[in-house]
């Protein structure tokens, strides 16, 4: 189900109750929205960011920023762990070119004053960034990759396919946070929960194992209003069978339209 609905939906969600389980760092604005628009929110932040498991390693790469060509940032979180600690090592490298991968990470990169050079215009994935002209041919160039723990691989093999140099730099960590479950696990089996929103799948991952063993069976057929088509496939695959609603990308506002087009439709 992909929604069209205005931003502008006051009220549109009077008496209903919605769960966002974005980090709690993050949650604030979205949660504002849908309480705007008549919405009871629980905040259930199912992924709590940390520091990098070796901030020296960092540091390291912060001081020679000099040396590369592009910088890529693939989410709003490694924004907000690198940006400040790189300006206050001196002005960024006029030469170094930033990539973010999708809108939440270039309105990330603006708040810190330095405008993404490179964002795709849709689809706010990694197959998408690799289609932007500037990361074409990539003969003796050096990208830095500043991500979290793990993740895809994707990205940087197809860089290094395509001639780049590539360098990761883990700017955090993401773990699940010891969350007690009976906050949202009360108001599911009493079916209160009008829809869960999540945007990432280590969130639904990470929501499930919260809830597990007990609440699972009530989470499962929980509808929910996900950030990405894999998002969707992964739920299907955990065995959620509610009502799935894919926003057209984990922006706030898709995501508020996403909602709207759910609960009103």
């Known amino acids: 189900m992909k929604p069209q609905v205005p931003e502008n939906a006051a009220g549109a969600l009077a008496g209903r109750h919605l769960v966002v389980t974005r980090p709690a760092a993050q949650a604030g604005p979205f949660c504002a929205r849908l309480v705007a628009a008549g919405a009871k929110v629980t905040r259930f932040p199912v992924i709590e960011i940390q520091g990098p498991n070796d901030p020296g390693r960092l540091g390291a790469v912060l001081d020679a920023l000099d040396d590369f060509d592009f910088a890529v940032f693939v989410s709003a979180n490694a924004v907000q762990r690198v940006l400040p600690a790189a300006l206050a090592r001196g002005p960024w490298p006029a030469r170094l070119q930033v990539a973010a991968i999708g809108a939440r990470t270039a309105r990330a990169l603006q708040e810190h004053g330095r405008a993404a050079d490179i964002v795709p215009e849709s689809r706010f994935d990694s197959e998408a960034l690799l289609q932007e002209p500037a990361l074409q041919?990539?003969?003796g160039r050096k990208v830095v990759i500043f991500r979290g723990d793990g993740g895809r691989e994707h990205l940087a093999e197809t860089l290094r396919d395509r001639g780049a140099d590539v360098t990761y730099a883990e700017a955090y960590r993401r773990a699940i946070p010891d969350l007690d479950p009976e906050p949202l696990e009360g108001p599911l089996k009493a079916g209160a929960i009008d829809a869960i929103t999540v945007t990432s799948g280590e969130s639904?991952?990470?929501?499930?194992?919260?809830?597990?063993?007990?609440?699972?069976e009530v989470l499962l057929r929980t509808p929910l209003v996900v950030g990405a088509t894999r998002v969707a496939e992964l739920a299907g695959e955990l065995g959620f069978h509610g009502t799935i609603t894919t926003a057209d990308d984990p922006t706030d506002a898709a995501m508020?339209?996403?909602?709207?087009?759910?609960?009103?439709g």
Do not use: M, Q, T
């Open 137 to 139: 041919d990539l003969s």
């Open 204 to 216: 639904l991952r990470n929501l499930v194992a919260i809830l597990e063993p007990r609440g699972r």
């Open 256 to 264: 508020f339209r996403a909602v709207v087009a759910y609960l009103e």
